[in-house]
Structures are given as structure tokens and as C-alpha cells.
């Protein structure tokens, strides 16, 4: 069984692609283009790690994809001359999504994710001080209705939010503690 160990959402669903090949629109000058890759683009030793984690291959480069392609997960071998053959990994989860953030972020390792029923985007670049996370306000609607436009405007709701990374996982580590204190007392409570 696994133990909710951050932050408390419900069972909302949200998807990771993870970048292992330049894409196809790359910048064309090459300084710019190496800066790019580097950014978004994992290493060797990312990739073994996103695969122990359960990535899977893929041929997205959108986590969004993911909700139109039951197929995403690439069963065949790879046609080399299709350049976007296998060009990511993907992960999906139920919930507890902060926890593969956090995984992301502690390695270091770029990504895209559509999180909590698509209700926002994050993307994170390589050695960034923060990943940004975008409101989609027209999904937000569809879901909880137009009375959340008022909820909105009256808490000043940011369309793009930076989250600083040390804040972000400090956040995450105060959260670990205070649940494994919780534990500690609750079976204290048992004996």
C-alpha cells in the first residue's frame, strides 16, 4: 500500500512527459539550440532513473496527448528513421503527484506535467531556480462551474505562478516530517 507522504489532493489524475530527444523544432542557430537541449533534455543517467521510477517510452510530446492516445506507451521497436519514435517518457499517476514532482525536481531532471485533472501545467527546466505553473482557467470553468470566476477575482488568482524550487522542497520536507510525527503518535495511541 502506499502511504501519502506530501501534500493531500484527491484522486485527480495527472501526466509527466519527460524529454530524451531534441525535438524536431529545435532553434535553428546553434548556440541557442544547445541551450535549449541541455535545458530540456534528460542524460543517460536521467533516463535510468525515470525508468526504476516506472517511466515508460513514448512517442508524446505534450503531456495533454496522453488523454487523446490510450496507445501512448510504445509496444513495438522503434522505426530509427522516424525521429519521433520514442522521443520521451511518460508517467501517469492518480494522485499523489507532488511526490513525482519532488522526484523530478531532487534529480534535477527537466519535465512538462498536466496536473489534477488538467487544471494546470507545470514545466521545469534544468538547473532553474523555479518551475512555472500555468492555470487553464477554461478547464477550471468546465469543471467547477462559472461561479469560480468570482472565486477568481476575488483572490487574485495568478494565471502563471513561479514556485521557487528550495521553497517548493523544503515545503515537501516540513510535510514528511509532520506526517511521520502524526504516525509516531497515532501507533503511540494504539499500544
Known sequence: MKIRTSFVSN????????TTKPSLFAFDKEKEKEKEIKKSITTEEDIKKLREYG????????????N???????????????????????YKVSCNQDEV???????????????HYDNYFISYE????????????GIEIDMYGIELCDLMES??????????????????DKLKKEYRKLRQEE???ED
Not at 522505426?79 to 520521451?88: A, F, T
Open 11 to 18: 484522486s485527480s489524475s495527472s501526466s509527466f512527459i519527460v
Open 55 to 66: 517511466f515508460k517510452d513514448c512517442s508524446l510530446d505534450s503531456p495533454y496527448q496522453s
Open 68 to 90: 487523446f492516445n490510450n496507445n501512448w506507451e510504445e509496444k513495438e521497436e522503434p522505426n530509427e528513421k522516424d525521429p519521433w519514435r520514442k522521443c520521451s517518457l511518460f
Open 101 to 115: 514532482i519532488e522526484f523530478l525536481l531532487r534529480n534535477n531532471i527537466p519535465f512538462k506535467a498536466s496536473c
Open 126 to 137: 534544468r538547473d532553474s531556480e523555479h518551475m512555472l505553473q500555468s492555470r487553464n482557467f
Open 155 to 172: 483572490t487574485k488568482v495568478e494565471p502563471i505562478e513561479k514556485i521557487f524550487i528550495k521553497k517548493y522542497l523544503k515545503q515537501q
Open 187 to 189: 501507533k503511540e495511541n
